[in-house]
């Protein structure tokens, strides 16, 4: 049975950082393209961060503040958020996708609330 488990989301004050983690299992996940997207009320979900085999990229409004890593020893992946925004207010997913197979796997979500 495939899982993705999201954690690590909550409120927390402009300019703060948070740091989510997806563990996976029920899949081999090293060899799956990992991701974590967002959505935000009214707004269509949107790719914050990918990190493949050899390589990462950003969407651009969270270059040079957040940083996609995964540990394939632990099947989890890490976002950490740092001088966080108001608009970096949504729900977090976690994806996991795999080229060849084109299975594509998502967790529930994590809230990230940016608010004094």
């Known amino acids: 049975q495939v899982q993705l488990v999201e954690s690590g989301g909550g409120l927390v004050q402009p300019g703060g950082t948070l740091r989510l983690s997806c563990t996976a299992s029920?899949?081999?996940?090293?060899?799956?393209?990992m991701s974590w997207y967002r959505q935000a009320p009214g707004k269509e979900r949107e790719l914050v961060a990918r990190?493949?085999?050899?390589?990462?990229n950003y969407a651009d409004s969270v270059k040079g503040r957040f940083l996609i890593s995964r540990d394939n020893t632990k099947n989890t992946v890490y976002l950490q958020m740092n001088s966080l925004k108001p608009e970096d207010t949504a729900v977090y997913h976690c994806?996991?996708?795999?080229?060849?197979?084109?299975?594509?796997?998502w967790g529930q979500g994590t809230q990230v609330t940016v608010s004094s």
């Open positions: 994806n996991a996708f795999n080229v060849i197979t084109q299975y594509d796997y």
């Open positions: 029920g899949f081999t996940f090293s060899r799956y393209y």
């Open positions: 990190i493949t085999t050899s390589s990462t």
